[in-house]
């Protein structure tokens, strides 16, 4: 009876901690945003551009001789007819530059970044054609949240709303699904407005509208960056719809065929898999009638605006969390990323990586195992752990190695057949020189990856 009284005493105290803490978020301090990743030192020229945790894997920043803001489409083929004319090198910069490897840096020093900060209007929504049309500089979050003003929205997306849609379809972005028309943001364009350099005859540029069966679509869906600057891009979408997300917990002996069972079975399925505890998160995940009870929010925890009481306070509560499943709408639950929402902290907050805080400096290597080879994969990583039970400790820290459905894609850049793409995220010192730990057995499961079993690297996440 006592120990009911302290642990109810011990609730309400918790709760409405809780509750200060959240009522104090609303009135009193700042979130910060993520800095600009350009910053120039003389006006718009002498400038650097760096990714969200301002450093590339070399800990390098990269240097441009001069940066521009184009706002409009006009403005956008003036900046490129002008570059072409001057034989400049020219490169795509957006807000926030989440890419961990060097695709942004132009190379030359006369050399000049393309923002697309300010290309950021949603130009369209047609409810009829169940189409978004929007520039290049708009994030996922906004599209996510325009669309579902009409009721729409995009089935399969990233989990982290902070990316634009030039930088999705750049580096091939995707969720977790062997559905429809799989999970990668490309796969659902029907129409990209790409502007390139041209001949003196052309005026130095070109403006070429791409349509759901050009050849070309095929090429600028997925391109690094490489083919001009994408201007504005038409998603087919869908109409809303509700999910339902449990997670299963097991041991992991069976994961080489339950991985490939699961993705059959689940259109939003994904893996969290821990594999020095030899344990794994299956997460069961699908469509349900609208009539389902449940409007459940995506507030993903790494990716909110972070100050250390809040933090204490959400691990002890389960206030707003009542348990599986989590039943709501596609748009409340595919992607989340409260920290680039401006808005009141308790203590002054930011993204957990922000490097102005000294934030979490980590690395995402990404790669994608074909369905053929993905048995021998898992089974060959598990014997690792058999001779080294602890290597890969440091990884599950980082939440572990997800693993997330991709299909293959008409995308030339695409995956060309379907498989299961591996994130393996982990801590990195600031020290370029300094060792990783177990690095050796990092380095063999990367290798295992690319040379045994022919797996591609994932565009933002090249290079361990
Ligand atoms: C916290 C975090 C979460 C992530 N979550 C996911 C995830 O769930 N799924 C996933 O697949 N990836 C994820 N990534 C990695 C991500 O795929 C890429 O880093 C991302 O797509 C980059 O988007 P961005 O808008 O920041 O573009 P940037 O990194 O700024 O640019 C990427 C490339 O696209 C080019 N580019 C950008 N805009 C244009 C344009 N308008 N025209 C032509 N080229 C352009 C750039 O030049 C560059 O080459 C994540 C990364 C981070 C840091």
């Not at 609303?26 to 002498?46: A, H, M, Q, R, W």
């Not at 679509?217 to 490489?226: E, F």
């Not at 699961?262 to 469509?287: C, N």
Request: include cysteine; aromatic fraction near 10%; glycine fraction near 8%.
């Amino acid at each position: 009876m006592a120990m009911m009284h302290v642990s109810k005493c011990c609730f309400w105290f918790v709760l409405i901690a809780y509750c200060l803490i959240q009522w104090c978020c609303t009135v009193s301090c700042e979130c910060f945003l993520p800095e600009e990743p350009i910053k120039c030192f003389s006006g718009n020229s002498n400038c650097t551009v760096t990714n969200s945790q301002g450093s590339f894997p070399d800990r390098s920043v990269c240097r441009a001789a001069d940066a521009v803001y184009p706002a409009t489409e006009v403005e956008l083929v003036s900046v490129m007819a002008a570059a072409t004319r001057n034989k400049r090198k020219m490169k795509v910069a957006t807000r926030y530059s989440h890419s961990f490897p060097k695709l942004v840096c132009p190379d030359g020093e006369d050399s000049l970044i393309i923002s697309t900060k300010y290309l950021n209007e949603v130009v369209k929504v047609d409810k009829q054609a169940k189409t978004i049309t929007v520039q290049s500089g708009v994030t996922l979050k906004q599209l996510i949240k325009e669309a579902a003003k009409a009721d729409l929205v995009l089935p399969h997306a990233p989990y982290w709303w902070g990316l634009t849609v030039g930088g999705m379809l750049g580096t091939g972005a995707h969720g977790s699904s062997w559905w429809l028309k799989g999970s990668a943001v490309h796969d659902y364009v029907v129409e990209l407005r790409i502007i390139s350099p041209g001949e003196v005859e052309d005026g130095y540029y070109k403006n070429r509208t791409l349509k759901e069966g050009d050849a070309d679509l095929d090429a600028a869906k997925v391109s690094l960056g490489v083919l001009g600057v994408i201007s504005q891009v038409t998603f087919k979408l869908e109409n809303i719809f509700k999910r339902s997300i449990t997670y299963k917990k097991t041991d992991d002996n069976g994961l080489g065929e339950d991985a490939l069972l699961l993705g059959k079975k689940h259109e939003f399925a994904d893996i969290t898999w821990y594999p020095s505890q030899r344990q794994v998160l299956y997460r069961i995940d699908d469509r349900v009638p609208s009539t389902s009870p449940g409007k459940g929010v995506n507030q993903n925890f790494p990716l909110r605006s972070t100050a250390g009481p809040v933090l204490a306070a959400n691990r002890k509560i389960g206030y707003f969390f009542t348990g599986y499943p989590i039943i709501g709408y596609q748009n409340q639950l595919q992607s989340a990323g409260g920290c680039i929402t401006p808005g009141k902290c308790l203590l002054p907050s930011y993204c957990p990586w922000d490097p102005r805080i000294n934030g979490q400096f980590f690395f995402i290597a990404g790669f994608n195992i074909k369905n053929s080879k993905l048995k021998s994969f898992i089974q060959d990583i598990q014997k690792l752990i058999k001779l080294e039970p602890k290597a890969l400790c440091g990884v599950e820290l980082y939440n572990g190695i997800l693993m997330r459905y991709v299909s293959a894609s008409t995308a030339y850049l695409g995956n060309d057949e379907v498989g299961i793409d591996f994130d393996i995220a982990y801590y990195r010192s600031k020290d370029p020189l300094a060792p990783r730990m177990f690095e050796d057995i990092l380095e063999e499961i990367e290798q295992m990856a690319v040379i045994s079993m022919g797996a591609r690297h994932t565009g933002g996440r090249i290079g361990m």
